[in-house]
């Protein structure tokens, strides 16, 4: 459970809460798919090693992280009882514009959908400028960022569940 802070001394780094009680939903996408399925993996290892319940994981493709937004709101509507959300994918810098529009879109999108569920949707995005930093960040020299969406996520879902 998590822990109300009264003092400002009460704040430090928290544990990771056991989340064996709490059900989650993953929705990952295809483009740059060496990279999101690397995310992939690291985000359902970190649930599973946190104790989520193999049975409790609820997980979906989407085209592109562009589509992650409408993924997250149709299996938060579908799921109810879902109690995180994890967005899993990799926008990378090309010529065109286009990056800056799928970046902005999937942030506020899933922002959106959070606020409109009233329930935890992570943004584990990966949002670089080249190939390399990505695959620094899929399980390379600066960890999986799946691994971390993960974490965050359980915490999330065990500050919900207290605050209820
Ligand atoms: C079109 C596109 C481009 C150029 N780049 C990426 C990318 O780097 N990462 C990603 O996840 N998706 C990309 N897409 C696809 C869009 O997210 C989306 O699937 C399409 O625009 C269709 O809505």
Same mark, same amino acid.
């Given at each position: 459970?998590?822990?109300?802070?009264?003092?400002? $001394?009460?704040?430090s780094?928290t #544990?990771?809460p056991? =989340?064996a009680?709490y059900?989650?939903?993953?929705?990952?996408a #295809?483009? %740059?798919? #060496? !990279?999101?399925?690397?995310?992939y #993996?690291g985000?359902?290892?970190?649930l599973?090693?946190?104790?989520?319940?193999?049975e409790? !994981?609820? $997980?979906? @493709?989407?085209?592109g992280?562009?589509?992650?937004? @409408?993924?997250?709101?149709?299996?938060?509507? %579908?799921?109810?009882n879902?109690?995180?959300v994890? &967005?899993?994918?990799?926008? !990378?810098?090309?010529?065109?514009?286009?990056?800056?529009?799928i &970046?902005?879109?999937?942030?506020?999108?899933? $922002?959106?959908?959070a606020?409109k569920? @009233?329930?935890?949707?992570i943004?584990?995005?990966l949002?670089?400028?080249n190939?390399?930093? =990505? !695959?620094?960040?899929?399980?390379?020299?600066?960890? %999986?960022?799946?691994?971390e969406?993960?974490v965050?996520?359980i915490?999330m879902?065990?500050?919900?569940r207290?605050?209820?």
């Amino acid at each position: 459970m998590a822990t109300q802070l009264k003092n400002l $001394s009460d704040f430090s780094a928290t #544990e990771i809460p056991d =989340a064996a009680a709490y059900t989650f939903g993953i929705v990952v996408a #295809e483009w %740059n798919a #060496e !990279i999101t399925n690397a995310l992939y #993996e690291g985000a359902y290892q970190s649930l599973v090693k946190n104790g989520a319940l193999p049975e409790n !994981i609820f $997980s979906y @493709s989407v085209p592109g992280s562009f589509e992650l937004t @409408s993924g997250a709101e149709l299996l938060l509507k %579908n799921k109810p009882n879902l109690d995180a959300v994890i &967005c899993l994918g990799c926008v !990378i810098q090309g010529e065109t514009r286009h990056f800056d529009f799928i &970046c902005d879109a999937v942030a506020n999108g899933v $922002s959106n959908v959070a606020i409109k569920y @009233s329930k935890p949707v992570i943004f584990g995005v990966l949002t670089t400028d080249n190939q390399q930093q =990505a !695959i620094d960040r899929a399980g390379g020299k600066h960890g %999986n960022k799946g691994d971390e969406a993960a974490v965050t996520a359980i915490k999330m879902a065990d500050l919900a569940r207290t605050l209820q």
